[in-house]
């Protein structure tokens, strides 16, 4: 549960009015102070169509996920007013649960004052989808502030009539909270129910036994991740087995490069295990968390930097019997700031959701929260929009590989990968990390469902180059561009060997231009970073408080990579770029991704370009754009 001051604060705003907003909303003339009009007035401004949020008002963490065992359908959730869902048979298009997406609010006996993040047992009491909760008696919860006994408890609720509501256990908490001699925590909350073989093998526990992270940390010592083990069928209790995972305060993995930094407080764990093809019980075990820091000094209820991170690890059983997980490589799974609270969940091969695509193997899919007004502490114009924040595009995670890399100095660190395997012979290695990429069939789909696809012929650029050599930083426009603000754009840049010597090179494109605004998403070899230059981003933001202009950014390593006879080449940089208006989420190499904002503000801002500076051979090529994506929700009205 991320923003907490926004939790218990429900916010519906009320139908927008299209012709109203016309009539005050010019795109084509410089923006008015937005966050002086009315209400809705820019409700279709900057809305993404392909992207799930509710029918209007706030979304916060993904959560709650699963698969319905009489459907087949995947049930998404997320925070609204207590939690809200939709339900999909090929993750493309969605339906709410309801006409009132609400399925679960605050206000029981339980959880009078609020409803933060849970999950999902599929097949839980009496084989029904049975939800455990973090139910919530007592604000202001933070990590920065003393934690009051009994705040954050963990409850069950169940649902009979599909998910479109979720009914509480007229009982107490089932996990009433943390276990004596653990008290003064910096959190206990966001159960994420799991299965795992190996833990089973390892807590020696029977075979198929429900295990649940809580996340937290304790404090004076760090954030960490309480484990418990169902202990009956009905999941009235749970069986405390330790913190199988503690990080020392504030520390990072490494250097905090390639993981930033573990913080003070965890938030949102989940646990699950990898292969190459998606999920895989036995596999490699990963976790994905939030981490929450500040610099010095504290400042109660403020939690300057939110970091959403993932880990592998192996389990380990020591001599007294406690399970640890020990973290193998660490990384970032999401660059962008404003991405975070992540939730995933195992979509089955054998679910009618996924053999609407053909897919042979079961998979595990993840959803961020990616905030529009910095967590709840920005002035962005959110009455006026009338909906706050949006979920990422459905991503699908593996266990990534990268072969044939040269074994030398760029693959030894403490970072977001592993040498899987080395070949001493060809002077080589395998790398193992975590592949991210777009759900197959959203991907098929972008391209598939595109009203309008365009080629761009490649092209080669260095200081040399005439059409860039007559100032430092040199754009050329695409020969077509978008028509509109919606399309998924793919392309790679190949580097010359010399490109990573380059103090100054930086090569990409920018998108979402006019003569008004425009964005450059480049990468440099100086930092190993790729940046989204968002400074000339929205004119509006020259009229509005709170259109955050930074620049995002994020480490990507592009290695070396053999290619025969003793040679090898800077791996080629591989972009696929979605644009859904004002939502721009960047994936890089299969296993980098930033996602964030981008408010241009003039219906001609549209132009492509690509962009170039500094000394370098680039090759650019491959470049197609496939605009108009998907209509997420065909059944709303609106
Ligand atoms: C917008 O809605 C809020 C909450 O309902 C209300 O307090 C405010 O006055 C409204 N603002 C305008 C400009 O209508
Ligand atoms: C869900 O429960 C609420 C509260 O009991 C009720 O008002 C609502 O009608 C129910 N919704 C559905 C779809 O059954
Ligand atoms: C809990 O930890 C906080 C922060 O270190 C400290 O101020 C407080 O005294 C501790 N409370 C208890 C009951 O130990
Ligand atoms: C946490 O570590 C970072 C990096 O060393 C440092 O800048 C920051 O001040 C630390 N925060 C606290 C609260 O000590
Ligand atoms: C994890 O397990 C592998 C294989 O058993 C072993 O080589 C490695 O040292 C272990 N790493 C940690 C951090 O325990
Ligand atoms: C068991 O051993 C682990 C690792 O040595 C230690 O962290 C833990 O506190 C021990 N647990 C108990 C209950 O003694
Ligand atoms: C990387 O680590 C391996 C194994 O420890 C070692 O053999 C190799 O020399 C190291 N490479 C570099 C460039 O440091
Ligand atoms: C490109 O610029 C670099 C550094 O300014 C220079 O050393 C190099 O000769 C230039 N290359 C060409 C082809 O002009
Ligand atoms: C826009 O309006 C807001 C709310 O009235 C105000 O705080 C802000 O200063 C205004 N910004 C500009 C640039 O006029
Ligand atoms: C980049 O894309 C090209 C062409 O689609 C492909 O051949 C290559 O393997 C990709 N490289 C990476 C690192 O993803
Ligand atoms: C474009 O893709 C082809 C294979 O599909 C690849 O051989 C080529 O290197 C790519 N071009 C660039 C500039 O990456
Ligand atoms: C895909 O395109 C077809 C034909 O234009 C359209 O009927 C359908 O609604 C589109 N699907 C989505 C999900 O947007």
Known sequence: ???????????????????LASNIIDNNASPPNLSTVFNNSIFYTWRPRSHVLPPSGQIGDPCMHYTDPTTGLFHIGYLHNGAAGAKTSDLITWTDVAEDPTFIRAGGINDPVAVFDGSVIPYGINGTPTLLYTSVSYLPIQWTVPYTKGSETQSLAVTYDGGANFTKLEEGPVIPGPP?????VTGFRDPYVFQSPQLDAAAISPEGTWYSVISGGIHGQGPSQFLFRQYDADFRDWEYLGEWWREE???SWGDGTWAGRWGFNFEVGNVFALDTEGYNAEGEVFTTLGAEWSEVPIIPQVSQFREMLWAAGNITTSSNGSVHFDPTMAGKLDWGQWAYAAAGKLLPANSSTSTSSGTANDRFISYLWLTNNNFGTSAFPTMPQGWNSVLTTTRE???GTIGNVIDNELVNETAS??????????????LITLRQTIAREIRAAFVSNATRTFSQSGRSVSNSTSSYSNSNASSLAFQQSPISKFFMMTASIAFSSSARGSGDLKAGFKILGSEYESTAIYYQFSNESLIVDRSNSSAAALTTPGLLANNEAGRLRLFDIANGSNSSSIETL?????????VVEIFANDRFVLST???????ESTQISFYHEGSGDVSFGNVTVYEGLVDAWPERVY
């Open 417 to 430: 990968w592993r040498v899987g395997s080395r070949d001493t012979a060809t002077r080589t290695v395998e």
């Open 597 to 603: 904002w981008i408010w241009s503000w003039y219906d």
């Open 1 to 19: 549960m991320a923003s907490l001051r926004n939790a218990a604060i429900a916010f519906i705003a009320s139908l927008p009015c299209r012709a």
């Open 397 to 399: 995670l593996a266990q």
């Open 180 to 184: 004596f001699p653990v008290t003064n």
């Open 249 to 251: 305060a504030n520390s």
């Open 574 to 582: 591989n972009l696929t770029i979605v644009v859904d208006n004002s």
